[in-house]
Nanobody
Framework: VQLQASGGGLVQAGGSLRLSCAAS????????LAWFRQAPGKEREFVASINWSGGSTYYTDSVEGRFTISRDNRKNTVYLQMNSLKPEDTAVYYC?????????????WGQGTQVTVSS
């Protein structure tokens, strides 16, 4: 699976962005998918995940209620809708895929897209 993330940019605090991650490969619907982020000088951290069917999602506490992960298996794409953005959400965002639980050890990663939230 090859992943291509897009949709990052510069936004003011309180604004919204939608990230997309397009995947190649005919087995896209078999994979769990997740978004991670990495701020300067910090370790990569988990943001949100979604299972193969889209029926189960999970979020880190700091984005719960503000971010929504979704997927469209017909388009081989996973999304991250980010609302009420805060300066502390500034980071490079990465999508990742794995057959089961998606962790930082996932075998497939997108190239990252920069999100910058100004105060």
């Amino acid at each position: 699976v090859q992943l291509q993330a897009s949709g990052g940019g510069l936004v003011q605090a309180g604004g919204s962005l939608r990230l997309s991650c397009a995947a190649s490969g005919r087995t896209f619907s078999s994979y769990g998918l997740a978004w991670f982020r990495q701020a300067p000088g910090k370790e990569r951290e988990f943001v949100a995940s979604i299972n193969w069917s889209g029926g189960s999602t999970y979020y880190t506490d700091s984005v719960e209620g503000r971010f929504t992960i979704s997927r469209d298996n017909r388009k081989n794409t996973v999304y991250l809708q980010m609302n009420s953005l805060k300066p502390e959400d500034t980071a490079v965002y990465y999508c990742a895929a794995d057959y089961l639980v998606v962790t930082t050890n996932a075998p497939y990663w997108g190239q990252g897209t920069q999100v910058t939230v100004s105060s």
